[in-house]
Nanobody, 123 residues
Framework: VQLQASGGGLVQAGGSLRLSCAAS????????MGWFRQAPGKEREFVAT??????YYADSVKGRFTISRDNAKNTAYLQMNGLKPEDTAVYYC???????????????????WGQGTQVTVSS
């Protein structure tokens, strides 16, 4: 599966953005989808994932970000509200085949990655 992330940009603190991740290939619904981010000088960190068991978030974004998917459009989304300067990063979408019940919170859990989209939040 190939992934294409889009929707990043520059926004003021408190603003909103919606990221999209378009997937090519078959059986999109059989993949868990995740979002990660990486700020300069920092490791890539988990943001959110949507699996057949539900949605899961990093504590830092819980209540502000919402992950969703439209299987008919082969697209996953990350709605980001109440953005803060510390949310500034390159955001990556990722996919993995649904397997077992483990919640995939680590980058190594995902086999497929998009190219990343820059999100910059000004104070």
């Amino acid at each position: 599966v190939q992934l294409q992330a889009s929707g990043g940009g520059l926004v003021q603190a408190g603003g909103s953005l919606r990221l999209s991740c378009a997937a090519s290939g078959r059986a999109f619904s059989s993949y868990a989808m995740g979002w990660f981010r990486q700020a300069p000088g920092k490791e890539r960190e988990f943001v959110a994932t949507i699996t057949w068991s539900g949605t899961y978030y990093a504590d830092s974004v819980k209540g502000r970000f919402t992950i969703s998917r439209d299987n008919a459009k082969n697209t996953a989304y990350l709605q980001m509200n109440g953005l803060k300067p510390e949310d500034t990063a390159v955001y990556y979408c990722a996919a993995r085949r649904e397997v077992g019940t483990t919640i995939p919170r680590h980058a190594a859990d995902y086999a497929y990655w998009g190219q990343g989209t820059q999100v910059t939040v000004s104070s």
